[in-house]
Nanobody
Framework: QVQLVESGGGLVQAGGSLRLSCAAS????????MKWYRQAPGKERELVAG????????DYDDSVKGRFTISRDNAKNTVYLEMTSLKPEDTAVYYC????????????????WGQGTQVTVSS
């Protein structure tokens, strides 16, 4: 079994910064991709940023480009989301998502979600 534990959310004023962390633990054979999603009240969950841990390749939603940075520590199976120049519209619950390679006689991939961490940006 695999667990994703997020931390780092909180309340911040507009223009401020926060750093989210997502640590994956369990019987992990490898990590294919790790992503951050967010869901604001009354809205659908949306993809914010993603990273391929093996290569470091990243991708961002246009709304956060230049403000958010996703990074990883492969030794710790941890992904980070550095959020700067935060805006009230960034307020949401942020979820970590991971495509994890598992091994049971053969390698297969399963998807996992964290429990979410609240980010609130006041104006």
């Amino acid at each position: 079994q695999v667990q994703l534990v997020e931390s780092g959310g909180g309340l911040v004023q507009a223009g401020g910064s926060l750093r989210l962390s997502c640590a994956a633990s369990g019987s992990i054979f490898g990590l294919n991709a790790m992503k951050w999603y967010r869901q604001a009240p009354g809205k659908e969950r949306e993809l914010v940023a993603g990273i391929i841990p093996s290569s470091g390749s990243t991708d961002y939603d246009d709304s956060v480009k230049g403000r958010f940075t996703i990074s990883r520590d492969n030794a710790k199976n941890t992904v980070y989301l550095e959020m700067t120049s935060l805006k009230p519209e960034d307020t949401a619950v942020y979820y970590c998502n991971a495509a994890v390679d598992l091994y049971n006689d053969y390698v297969y991939t399963s998807e996992y979600w964290g429990q979410g961490t609240q980010v609130t940006v006041s104006s």
